[in-house]
């Protein structure tokens, strides 16, 4: 029994010396051999890469980069799947097989979607009324040119009419360093939200009269200083027009009783994004920050603050695929006195919110948000639908759960002589909750919670999108 207790110590001995010469072991890398991208040019896989052709690394240095590498060509979402390893192998001189799976990259939907800021508050807030939905067709080309380039064209009409015409280059020069993205929008609406009475906003109809008209132009230019730096830098231009009605409904809603407002915006972001996944993150950290300067002196309309964001997250994945998230968003603007009610900052659009207060609209000057999550992946399986689906970008369609517990907090400074949003302005917010997330293709979300806020009051929301 000695003896083979024996063998075996010396087996595991060989075994493990076997497993650190293995990961010693030093490669030279000759090619880097990209198959499955059908339209996408190489040069958007290869920037993506942290080696190169004729470098030396050691196996266990390879097999490291190989996994961030594959993030981050990931998060390019062009590609369903990606695969990096090994071939060819031999005199200490390999090569590098890139594996992709192009999506799907021309998308015309329709558009039909709530003018409300999320279904809960159309649900709640508007009595599921039908009228207040926007409809028409977004056509939107990614990867245009193979070159990651988005171009979308938004035509819409219902509760609002838009217009958009989007363009992004991510790289144009030879170095990929250097983007730019333009923007041009033109909005029309009947119905325009004139004020803010307990957290709700109230609104102004018209069946005859335009009451709103808008027009934003925007241009910003991006530099990647590193694999996960980003700076931009962007110049924006802003026209509005209302009727009469609205400016004598609230005066200050442009201010000073005015019926026309335009202003340039100055800002710059710093984005540092380390993200399995963009779309839907399990592992990581992001940080924004940035600075505006809102009004120009080129216009003397009343449009003159300044605007800091912040916004910090970081994620942990663990064993048996539990997982942790943090966030910390703040935003503070200055000066505060004489903003018009049009250039309001809030809480409760988009992800600036605290779940449980999805309802309410909390027009804030300034405020800090820290939300929690602590989640488990129930299950997790991809089906395979070819029999149903004979686009083959489509023919896997994945279903993953996630259980979660949260807890959010926050405070929000009001405007002064602003009484919209009083009754949770300048005051400790917070909320504790438990709920679902559904992910399914493209990393699409649909949350399904369970609040209870510090005012006492349960709530159970629907919501599209990641929250992080």
Do not use: C
């Not at 190489?42 to 993030?71: A, C, G, H």
């Not at 200050?252 to 994004?273: A, I, K």
């Amino acid at each position: 029994m000695k003896k083979i207790l024996f063998k075996f110590f010396l087996f595991g001995l060989a075994m493990q010396a076997f497993a650190q010469s293995d990961s010693s072991e030093l490669l030279q890398i000759k090619q880097i051999l990209i198959e499955g991208n059908y339209k996408t040019k190489p040069q958007i896989i290869t920037r993506e890469l942290s080696f190169e052709i004729d470098s030396t690394y050691t196996r266990y240095q390879l097999d490291s980069m190989f996994v961030w590498n594959k993030n981050r060509i990931y998060g390019t979402n062009l590609f369903n799947k990606v695969d990096i390893s090994l071939i060819n192998i031999e005199e200490g001189k390999t090569d590098v097989r890139i594996l992709v799976d192009e999506r799907w990259y021309l998308y015309p939907l329709p558009i039909f979607r709530l003018t409300d800021r999320n279904f809960n508050d159309w649900w709640v807030n508007r009595d599921r009324d039908l009228s207040r939905v926007n409809y028409g067709l977004k056509l939107t080309q990614f990867n245009f040119r193979g070159r990651n380039e988005i171009l979308r064209l938004w035509l819409q009409t219902g509760f609002e009419t838009v217009l958009n015409l989007y363009y992004q280059v991510p790289y144009i020069d030879k170095k990929q360093k250097n983007g730019l993205l333009f923007s041009t929008s033109y909005f029309e609406s009947k119905n325009v939200p004139i004020t803010t009475i307990e957290n709700v906003r109230r609104f102004a109809s018209s069946r005859e009269n335009v009451l709103r008209r808008a027009y934003r132009n925007s241009v910003v230019h991006s530099y990647r200083s590193s694999f996960y730096s980003y700076h931009l830098t962007s110049l924006r231009h802003t026209r509005v027009d209302v009727a009469d009605t609205v400016a004598s409904l609230n005066p200050n809603y442009l201010g000073e009783g005015r019926t026309q407002q335009q202003s340039f915006s100055l800002g710059y972001t710093y984005v540092w994004d380390r993200r399995n996944n963009p779309n839907y993150p399990t592992r990581g950290a992001w940080y924004r920050l940035g600075l505006s300067k809102h009004g120009l002196g080129i216009y003397n309309d009343g449009v003159d603050y300044w605007s800091a964001r912040a916004n910090l997250t970081k994620y942990w994945a663990f064993k048996d695929n539990f997982f942790l998230v943090g966030n910390i968003s703040a935003l503070s603007t200055f000066p505060v006195r004489n903003q018009s009610y049009f250039n309001y900052s809030s809480v409760g659009f988009l992800k600036e919110i605290i779940r449980g207060y999805d309802l309410n609209i909390i027009e804030a000057s300034s405020y800090v948000l820290q939300r929690n999550e602590f989640k488990h992946q129930l299950f997790g399986r991809k089906y395979n639908i070819s029999k149903v689906m004979p686009v083959r970008q489509f023919q896997t369609f994945p279903i993953i759960i996630y259980g979660k517990v949260y807890f959010d907090q926050g405070y929000a400074v009001g405007y002064p002589d602003y009484d919209g949003s009083d009754l949770l302005t300048d005051q400790y917010l917070y909320s504790v909750g438990t709920g679902l997330d559904l992910v399914l293709v493209n990393d699409f979300t649909f949350r399904f919670e369970l609040s209870r806020n510090s005012q006492g009051n349960n709530y159970f929301f629907v919501n599209i999108l990641s929250l992080f």
